[in-house]
């Protein structure tokens, strides 16, 4: 009996501690942007438990440094939460924020998903994920690297590099031609990168791989500066028209998701 009563106390023990960690959860998940401080009323009505009760709720909160108080009797977000911010920063590759929303687009659409990044001539492949679906045979496999105007993703990077920027990548880097349809002349680059800067994104069709198809969108870092793409490569013969405005829609979605969630960790 003494033991069954132990294990009873125990359960209730932990469901107590449980309840309590959601509770605190909660009132953290109540600061947004238009919403950067609370008060204990609206942590009480937020819980549905007494305005003493909620009190104590913040406190334990203030006193492990998850919030502080903030003119007005009201509470803020504390130091702690800043420091854990900081080190997910650290923890977080661009490779870990991308992973779902390359998988999510890869099923969206049906096709390969591909996410590179540039290092001054080169453009490497970090990763890709594959529709269940369709399958395409492509050069980019992950670690391998292309030239920078050779498919989608590397002329997305580049176009949005400062011209003279750009300019200089083309004119000191060797521009390989895999395709009849590659472009290797700098002129030529140069005028192409003026449209998707327009465009918003780059579309390539048979540059890399025969019959393929490329679209691709540019990540930003922090700063503003693209230095990453998001693509789509698909059998350019099974698109469609309406298929391939979708294609387009959905990566630059994706890209927007991705330069997001990389802006939110560098801020």
Do not use: W
């Not at 023990?13 to 947004?32: C, G, H, K, P, V």
């Not at 990044?117 to 992950?142: N, P, Q």
């Amino acid at each position: 009996m003494s033991g069954q009563s132990e294990r009873t106390k125990g359960g209730s023990a932990y469901r107590e501690r449980n309840s309590t960690a959601d509770r605190a959860l909660e009132i953290l998940n109540m600061f947004e942007d238009d919403v950067p401080v609370v008060s204990a009323v609206q942590v009480a009505e937020r819980l549905g438990v007494a305005r003493s009760t909620g009190y104590r709720y913040l406190q334990s909160l203030v006193v492990n440094r998850y919030l502080e108080e903030a003119p007005g009797g009201r509470f803020r977000l504390g130091m702690r939460v800043l420091e854990l911010a900081r080190l997910a920063r650290r923890t977080h590759s661009l490779t870990d924020i991308a992973a779902p929303v390359l998988e999510g687009l890869a099923e969206a659409v049906d096709e390969t998903a591909l996410l590179t990044r540039r290092v001054g001539g080169v453009v490497t492949c970090l990763d890709r994920a594959e529709s269940h679906a369709h399958r395409v045979r492509i050069s980019y496999e992950r670690g391998s690297t292309l030239p920078v105007n050779a498919g989608a993703s590397a002329l997305a990077i580049l176009a949005f590099a400062p011209s003279a920027e750009a300019r200089a990548i083309l004119e000191s880097s060797p521009l390989q031609r895999f395709t009849p349809a590659t472009l290797v002349d700098v002129e030529a680059v140069m005028d192409r990168l003026e449209v998707i800067r327009r465009d918003g994104y780059a579309i390539t069709r048979s540059e890399v791989d025969h019959d393929v198809l490329g679209v691709a969108a540019p990540i930003r870092d922090g700063s503003g500066k693209a230095t990453a793409a998001i693509s789509i490569a698909a059998v350019a013969s099974r698109v469609s028209a309406q298929l391939e405005r979708e294609i387009i829609a959905a990566v630059l979605a994706a890209a927007a998701r991705v330069t997001a969630e990389v802006a939110a960790l560098d801020a």
